[in-house]
């Protein structure tokens, strides 16, 4: 048995076919006598869409209200998550940043993780429930909701297996692993099997998107390897670390 923390980004659960397809992806590792807590991304464009609703209302919108309203995309998807491992069977409990005691500065927009308690994770999960823990938000020492900037779901995926001493962090996104530049603008691109906090850093820095900076640099002060992979293709992906 292991515990693992898994991640899956926007594009992985941007309908209704792709929910179901990452819940079966979940209660088979969990199946397997796994203890599962996956963070997940808002779906598809909602972070998008969800800046152009305020746009509309008022352009100038303070950082705390944006945070409220932004937060809601990953409440949308742990809630949809739950609602199909539900109905696969499964126990399931939904969390949002503030239940798993995500504490970040004051920073709205772009909050820092200060701690995370996670008490009420693992209660769920010695009670044997798969626990779906909503990215990129967290609450400040006002109990303010925050957000931690633009991906950064893989830095709460990457604090939650530190602070759960998790076995495997797995950040499953839309492309199978970590290339040398971007596989989708360059068909040439080759895949890492493996590749150095530093070498992945240097890649950030040069624009690949694939995992958010702030996921790197916690990783590499805990010493925790990420493995990037593919939502899709079920192949083995990139080890980070
Ligand atoms: P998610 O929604 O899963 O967080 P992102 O869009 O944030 O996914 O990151 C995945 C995307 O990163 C891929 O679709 C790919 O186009 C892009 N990307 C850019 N540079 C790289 C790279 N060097 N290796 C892999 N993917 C890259
Ligand atoms: N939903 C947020 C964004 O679109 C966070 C994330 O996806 O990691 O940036
Ligand atoms: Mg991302």
Not at 131 to 156: E, H, I, N, P, W
């Amino acid at each position: 048995m292991a515990r693992i923390v898994q991640k899956f980004g926007g594009s992985s659960v941007a309908n209704a076919e792709r929910i179901f397809r990452v819940a079966k992806i979940i209660t088979d590792a969990y199946a397997k006598g796994n203890e599962m807590c996956v963070v997940l991304s808002a779906q598809g464009d909602t972070t998008d869409d969800l800046i152009a609703k305020a746009e509309e209302i008022n352009p100038n919108a303070s950082k705390r209200e944006m945070d409220m309203l932004l937060a809601c995309g990953e409440q949308m998807s742990i809630a949809l998550m739950a609602m199909a491992i539900e109905k696969l069977g499964y126990p399931v409990v939904s969390l949002c940043g503030w239940q798993v005691g995500m504490n970040t500065s004051s920073t709205h927009s772009f909050a820092r993780i200060k701690k995370v308690t996670c008490e009420r994770v693992k209660e769920e999960l010695d009670k044997k429930r798969i626990v779906l823990v909503a990215g990129f938000q967290g609450v400040d020492k006002y109990g303010d909701v925050t957000t931690l900037g633009r991906g950064g779901s893989d830095t709460t995926a990457v604090a939650m297996a530190i602070a759960l001493q998790a076995d495997l962090c797995q950040i499953f996104t839309d492309v199978d692993g970590v290339y040398d530049r971007d596989p989708r603008r360059y068909p040439e691109a080759r895949r890492f099997g493996r590749l150095s906090y530093e070498a992945m850093l240097a890649l950030i820095e040069g624009g690949a998107q694939v995992l958010h900076d702030r996921s790197v640099l916690l990783a590499r002060e805990h010493g925790l390897t990420i493995e990037v992979l593919s939502a899709f293709t079920g192949a083995p992906g990139t080890l980070v670390g």
